[in-house]
């Protein structure tokens, strides 16, 4: 329903690059309310890819364990950051989060309010905190 769902347009493509976001095509919705996505590094979203709101991509811890480091201001220090890849079809719920170093596989399916912290295979069903996979979609 489009009332809902948006394309990104070339627009929101320039700004999710500037970013750090790297969308495979423009074939990408997202429910447009608040989310964030946030790029140290790279995060890939794939070809007709859902992503339900108020969900949270981000690539990095932003900040040191350090508490010294923490008090710098914009200190990188020991921060930690691995790249993100959300392959071709996959469905995202709402107010997901998606951690640093984690690839979802095609076609897979992430349950509604999941923190995925792992690796989540092709066609799988996976849920929770952390996210787990709960059966195959086939």
């Known amino acids: 329903n ?25 074939l990408v919705h997202i429910i447009p309310l608040l989310g964030l996505y946030m790029s140290d590094l790279k995060i890939s979203i794939g070809n007709h890819v ?4 108020d969900s949270v991509i981000i690539d990095t811890d932003v ?37 640093k170093g984690v ?5 897979s399916i992430i349950g509604a309010g999941s923190v995925v912290t792992k690796i989540i295979p092709p066609d799988s069903v996976a849920a929770g905190n952390p996210c787990k996979v709960i059966r195959s979609v086939k």
Request: hydrophobic share 40%; proline share 1%.
């Open 50 to 53: 859902n992503i339900g709101a």
């Open 103 to 107: 690839t979802i596989g095609a076609r």
């Open 63 to 99: 900040h040191s364990l350090d508490y010294a480091e923490r008090r710098l201001v914009r200190s990188k220090q020991n921060v930690k950051s691995r790249p993100i890849v959300i392959e071709d079809d996959v469905w995202i719920g709402a107010r997901c989060q998606v951690l």
């Open 2 to 26: 489009k009332r809902w769902t948006t394309e990104i347009t070339s627009r929101d493509a320039l700004y999710l690059e500037k970013l750090g976001v790297n969308l495979m095509s423009d």
